[in-house]
């Protein structure tokens, strides 16, 4: 086999089980007590356990494996009955291992007697202890893992210093330094879960070329590291009166059989970037350092091979294109098991040759389910990079990816097969997956799970392994990708044809065929002319041609359904130009037409969304990487968990900590995926206007609060662990008012004596202002407005909280104006330090409750109003929302005027809650008609909602016919006459 062959066993990956973590039911028993019932209870009706003058085992009464080894050595009933009384550890294994070796002339061969006697003890106590329902799976398969490890590095150390004495030891020829043999465990043995019976599937790496020193001969760093690897293979493989420790398998290193036995950190990268097939990704999942790692070196060396293999493995984008692939690979294991089998492996429990590991619903499609999880968001959620299956299971649950009843449903199956298939490699040591055919065989099995018979433990495999199946088979089964009219890429072909056939003179009168545009027409499309010349547009272009095989034909079958989608809409020309527009930007990205090629509800949710709004049809065209929100039907529908929300954040952050861009990046990804979730419960009709602000205003503080944690870390002149600063929101978010698209208003405040504190704070500000506003490849965030802070923008960037207690308090000659007060009114602490937010809002709560003369500030907002309506001109017949007179500005203008004049009698109209309450706080309060504030509170509800809508339908002016909203705008000229005498 060359390591192209991804059908053998070493080409899947398994999963990782950390000690005492996994391998017992919920209760605590062993796995063997939830399958069938326990132990001790069905153990009676099986073999009497055998007595070695006073050692009574189990083991050797179900395993001839292990009778076999005990009668062999009389010293071993001893040893395994002392050992199984405590749980298998390393440090037992180191102690026998020294026990074992003896003095000898040849240690090669003294060592390779010492490793096959200690795996004979490991072997049986682990037997021993888990029939006797002592020991956890996790225990039996972190024991094979440690013996393994232990095995490989005393081999390694014993013939680095037989060598040594001829070749000296291999040196760097850059370093200078002497290098190691790197040995990477993949597999079972990576993901810390060796089974009783396991080969070992090894790669070996080194670090540079060069030769070796010290010895009487040289060798090549290459020439070395073979030789060592060959004499390690042989010491672990060898077959001797003793047997053997462990099979080792070297067919996953580059090239496979063809590739050299060791090859250099550089060989390895070419290979991955180059010739790194997709099963090799799966395999990489698993792959781990298993050599000593208690030296500068290794260490140094395991975080390059983690940098080299990384990237290869989890894709930086969201790869659902893995789901064919391994629909793929999963189709040819299936079938090689069923030619290994006679043809009848996956046909059910009760099939003379069934295999539970590569069956169907067996171990393999476990494991399958919880690297898909892997594979697709691992390059951009760094917590589904771990190893073991049930942790990999856990997280996807924890992330929303996995409904936590199918998870329970495959963590169950996976615990009760890794257990059958250890018993089943207890009978005689063999690498087996095969239920037994005997009767004999069967009901020793079955006693060996707690069962009855060989009647109930089928019974409970098929009760556990069907769901697996099912849910394998939803996850991964090829969806219909037939459209329900094939217009594309025919009709273009049609109407090219057409043309071709009509350039002759003597071509008169119309095509007795129907024509393209026709077709186009009777589909359900208006403008059928446009959109055909659009579609010969893509059909003639670059970008389409340069498509690869696989991409186009996932291109043709998604322009056909949404062709198919747009035509439902009342109004397709429009869907079907937000649709192709969206098709052509995601057409290169071979995951994103996967994506929707696999799941047909994402397209449809797609279909909607284009329909619903212009403006979230540009949002999805600019950041395609949401539609893997869309596929997520409880995210939804739900509210957001912020606390949660802030935590995964944080994670992501402080994983990528050091990594400025990919930071950002995260940032951008994390709200813009929030932002969507928004959107589409508001296209839905799931959320009210107030709701929405709401959100996003919740988001926007989350997003503050993030970015100001991750540059301090960033931020090299910082003179303390946690900045004594804050941000404060004016205007929208400061009102959490913020619509999809709007500006920040904040300013930056700070509170700090040392001597160095301004110029800190001001590049933390300036720093700040770069990562929520920089363009990168994940898009932008937020634009920021700093006008609103003391002085305007001839101010400086940030400010000492005492300078702007000064300041707004009107002390000395820099002092605030009153549209400055104004602002205030709808301004609140959002992120950074809380003790300055809260110094802030009593501060905001003292200048809102000063005294004022009622006509000097009603002039004063007066005449600011009318210099806001001279800076937005209406020259249309249309009523603008916000801007004239009647409409939002003028309920805000005189909201603030109420709150600015009658706060310090009533202090309860310092409250941030918005226009709508505060009015009618006021009407309550007997300062204006409280019938009247209801109305007019009602008017700005209507506006805002008016105005959310226009925006969505990508309008960027809101306004609409003065007729629509008369009878509101009356009610707001009216308030304004009532409060400020004017028109």
Known sequence: MTASDPTSSAAGTTAEIQPG????????????????????????????????????????????YARRVLLARPELPGIVSAAAAQPLTRAWMSERLKALQEPSADMEESVKRALRRLRAEVMCVAIERDLRGHATLAEVTGAMTDLAELCIQHGLAMLGDDLAATYGRPVGEQSGEVQELVVVGMGKLGGRELNVSSDIDLIFLYDEDGETAGGTRSLSNHEYFIRLG?????????????????????????????????????????????????????????????????????????????????????????????????????????????????????????????????GRGGIREIEFMAQVFQLIRGGQDPALRVRPTLEVLAVAVDR?????????????????????????????????????????????????????????????????????????????????????????????????????????????????????CQRLQDAGFTDCTGLLDRLRAIATSLRYRALSESSRVRFDQLVNRALDLAA??????????????FLEAISRRASYLSLLSEYPQAMDRVAHTLHASRWAAAYLTRHPQLLDELLDSDALAGAPDWPAFRRRLAERLLAADGQIEQQMDILRREHHAETFRILLQDLQGLLTVEQIADRLSDLADAMLEATLETVWRQLATRHCDTPRFAVIAYGRLGGKELGY???????????????????????????????????????????????????????????????????????????????EHQALTRARFCAGDAAIGARFEALRDEILRQPRDAAALRDEIVQMRGK??????????LFDLKHDRGGMVDIEFTVQ??????SGTHPQLTRNAGNIALLREAGELGLIDAPLAVQVGDAYRQFRALQHQLRLDGQGQARVPAEQVAEQTAHVRALWQAVFGAG
Not at 244 to 267: E, H, I, K, Q, T
Not at 568 to 580: E, G, L, P, V, Y
Not at 783 to 801: E, I, K, Q
């Open 868 to 877: 806001v309506a001279e800076g937005h001109p209406n020259p249309t017949p």
């Open 568 to 581: 439902r809409q009342k109004d397709a020309d429009s869907t079907i130009t937000r649709f192709i527009d």
């Open 21 to 64: 973590q996994y391998g017992a039911g919920a209760t605590g028993q062993p796995l063997c007590d939830m399958a069938c019932g326990a132990f001790a209870t069905t153990a009676a009706t099986g073999p009497e356990p055998v007595d070695f003058e006073g050692h009574v085992l189990y083991s050797a009464s179900y395993s001839h």
């Open 897 to 902: 005027y109420l709150v600015l004049l009658h």
């Open 230 to 358: 060959r004499r390690l293979i042989n010491l672990l493989a060898d077959v001797t009166g003793d047997g053997y420790v462990f099979r080792v398998d070297m067919r996953l290193r580059p090239n496979g059989d063809a590739g050299p036995l060791a090859c250099s950190f550089g060989m390895l990268e070419e290979y991955l970037v180059v010739q790194g097939r997709e099963w090799e990704r799966y395999a990489w999942i698993k792959g781990r350092v298993v050599s000593a790692l208690d030296t500068p070196h290794a260490e140094r060396t395991a975080a390059l091979l983690a940098r080299l293999t990384t990237p290869f493995v989890f894709r930086r984008y969201l790869d659902y294109g893995v789901i064919a692939a391994i629909r793929s690979l999963h189709a040819q294991i299936r079938s090689e098991a069923a030619k290994r089998s006679g043809g009848l492996a996956g046909h059910g429990v009760n099939q003379r040759s069934f295999n539970i590991k590569l």
């Open 741 to 819: 698209a709007s500006d920040l208003d904040i300013i930056f405040l700070y509170e700090d004596e040392h001597e160095r504190a301004p110029d800190v704070y001001a590049a933390y500000a300036r720093r700040l202002i770069t990562w929520l506003t920089s363009h990168t490849a994940a898009g932008s965030l937020f634009d920021v407005d700093m006008r609103l802070r003391p002085n305007g923008a001839a101010g400086l960037l940030v400010t000492s909280f005492d300078a702007f207690r000064r300041y707004q308090l009107r002390e000395g000659d820099n002092t605030a104006w009153v549209w």
């Open 400 to 516: 929303g990816l996995l409904p936590a009843a199918q998870a329970a449903q495959l963590c169950d199956a996976y615990r009760f097969l890794r257990q059958l298939e250890h018993r089943l490699q207890y009978r005689d040591d063999a690498q087996t997956h095969h239920l037994p055919t005997t009767p004999e065989e069967q009901l020793a099995v079955a006693q060996m799970m707690g069962c009855a018979d060989w009647a109930a433990l089928t019974a409970r495999l098929a009760a556990l392994q069907e769901p697996v199946a099912q849910q394998f088979e939803a996850t991964f089964s090829d969806p219909d990708a037939s459209p329900c009219e094939a217009l594309w890429p025919g009709l273009v072909l049609e109407d090219q044809q057409a043309r071709t056939t009509q350039d002759g003179p003597d071509q008169s009168g119309p095509d007795t065929e129907v024509s393209p």
